[in-house]
T-cell receptor, first 106, second 113 residues
């Protein structure tokens, strides 16, 4: 199956900073999803983004399917942005990356 | 807003016992899934279910596991003869179409002692 690599594995940010998380795929991207796993373990949908760019508040995502990668941008980070961010390729089932653990410090 | 609901949120069971994890998918969704996340690790696919039958299953989903849709709303995961290594967060998910946006329940944290 498709392999999903996320980078960086860990990210420490000062509140207010901007950051970029990356997801690389070993094969053609199908329907990409980004999730945020909060400290309680819940997987929160951020974006369903097979291609192109979407924005939702301080978050935005870009998927370039032909080049097999997706980016998640966090702007003006807040402490509530802390948690693990997962990308997953959605082709009838989700294939998850290992995640990026984001810690935002006040 | 429609959501996937799972019960119980926490379950502690003794090794060797059977557990049933329950899920109510979003009402108009047709594709249902179970995933597992061992503490600190990535989310792993277990099984997908469509049209009242298993569509695909992973290597993890062996004879110890089974799924069922006993009525029009519930979707269950049964784990027989639980082992210590079955301790994990189990997530149910559903989507309206194949490859469509998947939504996850809040998870059931299973602890086998």
């Amino acid at each position: 199956g498709i392999q999903v690599e996320q980078s960086p594995p860990d990210l420490i940010l000062q509140e207010g900073a901007n950051s970029t998380l990356r997801c690389n795929f070993s094969d053609s991207v199908n329907n990409l999803q980004w999730f945020h796993q909060n400290p309680w373990g819940q997987l929160i949908n951020l974006f369903y983004i097979p291609s192109g760019t979407k924005q939702n508040g301080r978050l935005s995502a870009t998927t370039v399917a032909t080049e097999r990668y997706s980016l998640l941008y966090i702007s003006s980070s807040q402490t509530t942005d802390s948690g693990v961010y997962f990308c997953a390729d959605n082709d009838y089932k989700l294939s998850f990356g290992a995640g990026t653990t984001v810690t935002v410090r006040a | 807003e429609p959501e996937v609901t799972q019960t119980p949120s926490h379950q502690v069971t003794q090794m060797g016992q059977e557990v049933i994890l329950r899920c109510v998918p979003i009402s108009n969704h047709l594709y249902f899934y179970w995933y597992r996340q061992i503490l600190g690790q990535k989310v792993e696919f277990l099984v997908s279910f469509y049209n009242n039958e298993i569509s695909e299953k992973s290597e993890i989903f062996d004879d110890q596991f089974s799924v069922e849709r006993p009525d029009g709303s519930n979707f269950t995961l049964k784990i027989r003869s639980t082992k210590l290594e079955d301790s994990a967060m189990y997530f149910c998910a559903s989507s309206g179409t194949r490859g469509g946006e998947a939504f996850f329940g809040q998870g059931t944290r299973l602890t086998v002692v």
